[in-house]
């Protein structure tokens, strides 16, 4: 491009990028305009540019969108935490839908349109975990966008009054007692990190990630926090020594109270302990697994599997429209926990293994296991290789994919897609409001014998570019109709092309499975199809 860095341009601004990053053209390039929103024309100041794209920041809003609004937390964009708060929670609902639309269209090659995003009633104070990064200062708050410089935050639209009067009782006595805080460079001091999760009844569970053993003042560390929230069930040291971003440790000690949460979801009632997953957003993940359940189809008779299952919630949601349940999971605390929560509600119709979901389908698969449903819920790297190849073994009638990352999903339908298994619906659900992140669920059905047949024959009809082929195979079936009184289809004449040593196009009656039921010409039909083809000089 000829454009260069520094240099300033007026650009319209067409549509979003995967971080909500506005996207224009120059020169016919991407340029990636941060802050900006789709339908602006904005003053871009180049900030770099690459061989086949340019990224920029906006000068001046030129022409500013009906979806634009003053940003009302006083540390964005500072903070990374929230990447949309310039926008109004409208074009946000937008952003996200496409962004779904996008991939699952792009890297998936889907035809179809998601149906919708279901956004949150409420869009601020949502997220029932926080995990506050800690700094000498003392400061206790947010990285800063890409970066691990801690931002002290008194307060997060995102967060429960809870989580901030919690947090700043933790910092009074940090500051009351010169804790010192961990230093990630040196790999020295104390405090790493301070950890808040809320319940439904407004209860909450807090713990201290520290690179050691023990804490100065651990009573009075205690005592401050259940000074300002009356409503703390526990007080829990985690101890982190390594050199690691990971956040938690491996081990835990119970400073006060219980070491777990309780909370009710989708009517059932979940125990939570420290490192155990559980969606951030409660009323939102209520939205989606509704929308799994609903996907599943699930009449009171099915077996159900569900991998990377956490502490049970979607495996128990299902179980109790299923016949039978079966969660995968990696940590053994979650399965622990989703063991106690099968238990707990009286879900007598579920069994977890602790095990990689790869091996655990594999597993399920080599057994002879033949699930009605498999349903998928993976972090973002999405569902490995060994899975999809193990799904399409275990041949279940659909798949329920929920999805925290819209581009790994499209890869994954892809996959899907090459083992018989096509997307027939894909709905967003806004569980991060303010933030890029959205998630999907969708659903893919194992294509049958019959359907898959004729699928083929259509692709195949495709393939066959020249209109003179095409006329050739309608030629043949009037010639055999008028001549024989025969009906036949574009598969027989294609078996018997085949037969004859003629090109067929690739796809033609070869069933990708081999219990796969393609019926065959009967001879009759064969000897009029070779009839025709003598006719038409084919042969
Ligand atoms: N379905 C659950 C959890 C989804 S989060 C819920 O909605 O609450 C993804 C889960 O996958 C986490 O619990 C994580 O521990 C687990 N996980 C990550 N990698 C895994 C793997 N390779 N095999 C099995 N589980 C895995």
Known sequence: ??????????????????????????????????GALRGELCQVHLLKVGKTAAWGKVDQVLEPSPGRQVPDCPRYPQCGGCQLRHMTYAEELAFKRQKVQDALQRIGGWEGEVTGIHGAKDPDRYRNKIQFPVAEGPKVGFFRARSHDVIDAPDCLLQPMAATRLRGAFRDWMAAHHIPAYDEKAHRGLLRHFYVRTNRKGQSLCAVIANGEALPQEAALVQALRQAEPNLVGVVLSVNQEKTNVILGKTYRTLWGQDYLEDTLCGLEFRLSVPSFYQVNREQAE???????????????????????????????????????IGAEVIPAAVEDAQANARRNGVENAEFLCADAGQAAQELA????????????????????????????????????????????????????EGGYLLQQAEAVDLFPRTGHVETVVLLSKLNTKQHIEVELNLDELDLTAAESKATYDKIKAYVLEKYGLKVSSLYISQVKRKCGLDVGQNYNLSKKEDAKVPQCPPEKEAAIIEALKHFRMI
Request: proline share 6%; hydrophobic share 40%; net charge positive.
């Open 1 to 34: 491009m000829a454009a260069k860095k520094n240099e300033r341009y007026p650009l319209r601004i067409q549509g979003y990028g995967s971080a909500g990053e506005g996207v224009a053209r120059l020169e016919g390039q991407a340029v990636f305009v941060k």
């Open 287 to 325: 939205v989606l697994y509704g929308r799994a359940l609903a996907f599943a189809g699930l009449t009171g008779r099915e077996t159900v599997v569900d991998l990377y299952c956490g502490i049970g919630t979607i495996t128990l949601v299902m179980a109790r429209q299923a016949g039978r349940a």
């Open 366 to 417: 080599r057994r002879g296991l033949r699930p009605d449903v498999i349903c998928v819920d993976p972090p973002r790297k999405g569902i490995s290789p060994e899975v999809v190849e193990a799904i399409v073994q275990m041949a279940p009638q659909r798949v329920v994919y929920v999805s925290c990352d819209p581009a790994t999903l499209g890869r994954d339908v892809k996959r899907l897609r």
